[in-house]
């Protein structure tokens, strides 16, 4: 049979420097041995390659801006991540975006010192605990998780109460970074808590239908004592964490990019293979619009996500009065509700080419089916997104 092209139809990929190159080839050699034919049982069983993190370390790509990656790369990371298996790109985001990127811009040197170095070898595992149970995009000005402020002979320390949930990488990380609102002043404060600190409470969560290899807890904090010296010195208010949640929301969208490569990967293999009425699967027309509407749902998104990557890197600059200078939250708002949405539709057809044999997860496509529901979810519903885009273009807030 013919080579087929590539899912990268219009060749995004050449833009990438030699080295960039390089090393995603290696990065893809790593995922089809010791990922992809392993990953749907992972999932079945709800458990976490532990295992792998020493691989993954190897591959030097935590924090790819140390190492003068451009953001292309590091989105395509996330995406090829994403198209070989969505959990472990979940919990590939959570520790170096999240985590790790955030020890980077807002810890102090001495936590940097402290922490970063098994941080970013892996040898140590970190969460990001923002999420609460009756609050999730409103977090900002509904978080009840409390930090009062103790100053004693001891020294000062924080005393923390409330409960966490849905935190990726909660239920075995050594560290996460979490969010509280001081007790006395009413602002958000950050903290480098310790897990197995007295007081801490971390429950998995069980019975999801997607991500199941991701481990999220519900965390529950009793009169926990946490040191000065982890409070996260560079975050004064809640404000401070845009660019956090900017990021991770870049990396979701880049994630939406990934799994619709991964339906048209496993759509058209199962197309081109599969025999009905004598002839493949492929040769009917109805099958190849909905082949063709897949890659184009895919390729537009990924486009998107390109020229979001160029804005990071410099864009414009100078343009519009600077706005076209870096990715903007409303900008990134877009990208994410749209690249999602044209990812629950790409994934719809995937499951539908492959009739009965799309909801198994022998085929996979089952898989990513379920998974691209968490995508469409998380780091701001398609809901917020859609709507912080739609205010940055009226002027109009129709957020409460």
């Known amino acids: 049979m013919q080579a087929l092209?590539?899912?990268?139809?219009?060749?995004?990929?050449?833009?990438?420097?030699?080295?960039?190159?390089?090393?995603?080839?290696?990065?893809?050699?790593?995922?089809?041995?010791?990922?992809?034919?392993?990953?749907?049982?992972?999932?079945?069983?709800a458990e976490f390659p532990a295992h792998i993190l020493p691989k993954i370390a190897a591959l030097n790509l935590a924090a790819p801006d140390r190492l003068q990656f451009s953001h292309l790369f590091t989105g395509l990371v996330i995406a090829e991540m994403t198209r070989a298996d969505t959990s472990l790109a979940t919990f590939?985001?959570?520790h170096h975006d999240?985590?790790?990127?955030?020890?980077?811009?807002?810890?102090?040197?001495?936590?940097?010192?402290?922490?970063?170095?098994?941080?970013?070898?892996?040898?140590?595992?970190?969460?990001?605990?923002?999420t609460e149970p009756d609050h999730g995009s409103d977090v900002s000005g509904g978080m009840e998780t409390t930090a009062r402020k103790v100053e004693d002979d001891a020294g000062t320390h924080w005393v923390l109460n409330g409960t966490k949930r849905w935190i990726?990488?909660?239920?075995?990380?050594?560290?996460?970074?979490?969010?509280?609102?001081?007790?006395d002043t009413g602002e958000v404060r950050g903290f480098i808590l310790d897990g197995s600190l007295p007081g801490v409470e971390r429950t998995k969560i069980e019975?999801?239908?997607?991500?199941?290899?991701?481990?999220?807890?519900?965390?529950?904090?009793?009169?926990?004592?946490?040191?000065?010296?982890?409070?996260?010195?560079?975050?004064?208010?809640?404000?401070?964490?845009?660019?956090?949640?900017?990021?991770?929301?870049?990396?979701?969208?880049?994630?939406?990019?990934?799994?619709?490569?991964?339906?048209?990967?496993?759509?058209?293999?199962?197309?081109?293979?599969r025999q009905q009425f004598g002839k493949p699967l492929a040769s009917f027309q109805l099958i190849q619009g909905q082949l063709v509407k897949m890659l184009g749902n895919a390729t537009a998104s990924l486009a998107m996500m390109v020229?979001?990557?160029?804005?990071?890197?410099?864009?414009?600059?100078?343009?519009?009065?600077?706005?076209?200078?870096?990715?903007?939250?409303?900008?990134?708002?877009?990208?994410?509700?749209?690249?999602?949405?044209?990812?629950?539709?790409?994934v719809a057809m995937g499951r539908s080419i492959l009739g009965g044999n799309g909801i198994v997860t022998d085929y996979r496509m089952a898989k990513i089916f379920a998974d691209a529901?968490?995508?469409?979810?998380?780091?701001?519903?398609?809901?917020?997104?859609?709507?912080?885009?739609?205010?940055?273009?009226?002027?109009?807030?129709?957020?409460?």
């Open 5 to 45: 092209p590539p899912a990268d139809f219009f060749g995004y990929e050449s833009l990438l420097t030699d080295q960039e190159a390089a090393k995603l080839a290696q990065l893809r050699t790593f995922l089809a041995e010791e990922v992809a034919p392993y990953s749907t049982q992972w999932w079945n069983d």
């Open 92 to 94: 590939f985001l959570v």
């Open 207 to 273: 019975h999801k239908i997607a991500l199941r290899t991701v481990q999220n807890a519900h965390i529950t904090l009793d009169n926990v004592r946490v040191e000065e010296r982890d409070r996260f010195s560079g975050v004064g208010s809640f404000s401070d964490t845009n660019k956090m949640l900017r990021g991770s929301r870049i990396s979701v969208a880049w994630q939406a990019v990934g799994q619709q490569l991964a339906a048209f990967d496993v759509a058209r293999a199962y197309a081109v293979e």
């Open 307 to 346: 020229r979001i990557a160029a804005l990071q890197d410099g864009g414009d600059a100078g343009a519009a009065g600077g706005f076209l200078s870096d990715a903007t939250m409303a900008q990134v708002a877009l990208a994410k509700a749209h690249t999602t949405a044209a990812m629950r539709e790409t």
């Open 373 to 400: 529901e968490a995508i469409y979810t998380y780091e701001g519903s398609h809901e917020i997104n859609t709507l912080i885009a739609g205010r940055a273009i009226t002027g109009v807030s129709a957020i409460v």
């Open 98 to 130: 999240l985590f790790v990127q955030a020890l980077i811009d807002f810890g102090s040197e001495e936590q940097k010192a402290r922490l970063l170095p098994d941080a970013i070898a892996l040898r140590t595992t970190g969460a990001f605990a923002l």
């Open 168 to 183: 990726g990488n909660g239920t075995f990380c050594n560290h996460m970074l979490l969010w509280a609102k001081d007790a």
